[in-house]
């Protein structure tokens, strides 16, 4: 098969949701393209941003920071080891390898060191370690951008994440997640740093492509502890719809994003959900950050956390009240093991 | 073990290998490894395969799940 754009070389990626195939140097090209525009059309950053890339040693963030790098803006990447055993190591690994070939040193956050590894955490406080996970990372990346003066946090999710997140709060009618599910959670005043997905147009299989072509070594093996993640249910889904239609999932997400969309309407509008948050979910800050893009309506400023001064809508921010859950639990184990 | 007589399959992160009679076509490989095209890359040493990409007898290719979870 040759190239649809260059008619020359040899295809390495067909896409068959773009009617396309590539060789590897028209691929580059397309995928910025696709990355560069998904940033124009809802004003993700703008050129003078200070951008704080959330790395994880998976193909999306190490492909996100590359991507930006090479587009010129200015990036450090945040990586939150999260003190699973191996798994962390490993994909560290491949975060500082790729962060120095490009002359960079990633700020690294240890949650073992904060008090807080996940699969301790998960255990204490008896939640599932994808939710423990989603709270302690937001929080990270919001307070390591604010000290670092960063304008704007970027982080990885791509197409297939966003689109089974969507069919998650579609099918247990959601309407509350679903008026805060955007690419960009605008920041404001109170410390709330904007939140961006640059991915949100791509593909799991075409940032895959991009990753292996620019030779980009990122961890191939899943978290141990997303095993039984819901959103991986979702992707099967649509991975099956999506073999037997090209296409749909973008236009599944695209037609989500129109603004004429009555579904993203502000959650004050919308009826209260009763079923469980996605993991991705914050249901204090992220619910009034996107409403506020939906509307343009200024909802008020967040306080500080009576605990670390964190911008949340309650007295202490969800960090703090779980960090004080898995520090309670944590002495009353000692206490019971000393009895 | 080199097999000319056949394709070798890898699965890295299934830590699993299949050995399919070829030549064929990398979408029948996948179909016959039972994964699908929308959740993987193939590839051959540096190089990444199309769908329709035909591989002969004694070559080895990884097929990489991509879905990320979580």
Not at chain 1, 256 to 265: G, M, Q
Not at chain 1, 324 to 333: D, H, P
Request: proline share 6%; aromatic share 6%; glycine share 8%.
């Amino acid at each position: 098969m040759k190239c649809k754009r260059c008619r020359r070389a040899e295809a390495a990626v067909d896409l068959p949701s773009h009617h396309a195939a590539f060789c590897p140097d028209c691929f580059f090209l397309f995928f910025r393209r696709q990355v560069t525009e998904g940033i124009r059309k809802l004003r993700l950053l703008v050129p003078e941003d200070r951008v704080l890339v959330c790395v994880s040693g998976g193909k999306d963030s190490l492909v996100l920071w590359d991507v930006l790098m090479d587009e010129g803006y200015e990036t450090e990447g945040l990586y939150i080891d999260l003190g699973i055993d191996g798994y962390s190591d490993r994909s560290k690994e491949k975060v500082l390898a790729y962060a120095a070939s490009r002359g960079k040193a990633p700020i690294i956050v240890e949650l073992a060191k904060e008090g807080i590894p996940i699969p301790e955490a998960a255990r204490c406080v008896k939640m599932q370690e994808c939710s423990i996970c989603g709270t302690v990372k937001r929080y990270f990346f919001n307070r390591v951008a604010a000290e670092g003066k960063f304008t704007v946090v970027a982080t990885g999710h791509n197409l297939d994440d966003e689109t089974a997140r969507l069919l998650g709060n579609l099918l247990h009618w959601q309407r509350d997640h679903l008026s805060r599910q955007h690419p960009l959670l605008p920041g404001g005043d109170g410390g709330l740093v904007r939140k961006v997905k640059p991915l949100w147009r791509v593909s799991e299989v075409e940032t895959a492509a991009y990753g292996f072509l620019k030779g980009i070594d990122y961890v191939t093996e899943e978290c141990p502890m997303s095993e039984d993640a819901t959103s991986l249910v979702y992707k099967e889904a649509l991975s099956r719809i999506e073999d037997r239609m090209p296409g749909t999932r973008i236009v599944f997400y695209k037609g989500f994003l129109d603004p004429s969309n009555p579904l993203r309407k502000g959650p004050e509008t919308a009826a209260s959900a009763d079923a469980a948050p996605m993991p991705e979910d914050d249901p204090e800050v992220d619910a009034k950050r996107v409403s506020e893009v939906d509307t343009e309506e200024v909802r008020g400023t967040p306080g500080a956390c009576a605990s670390c001064g964190a911008p949340t809508y309650a007295e202490t921010c969800s960090y703090c009240r779980m960090k004080e859950r898995v520090r309670k639990a944590r002495s009353q184990r000692k206490a019971r093991g000393s009895r | 073990m080199y097999n000319a007589t056949m394709i070798t399959v890898r699965l890295p992160q299934k830590q699993k290998k299949l050995e399919i009679p070829g030549p064929r076509r990398v979408m029948d490989l996948l179909a016959e490894a039972g994964m699908r095209p929308t959740t993987v890359i193939v590839t051959q040493g540096k190089k990444l395969l199309t769908k329709d990409h035909r591989v002969e007898d004694g070559a080895t290719i990884d097929v990489i799940s991509v879905v990320s979870g979580g």
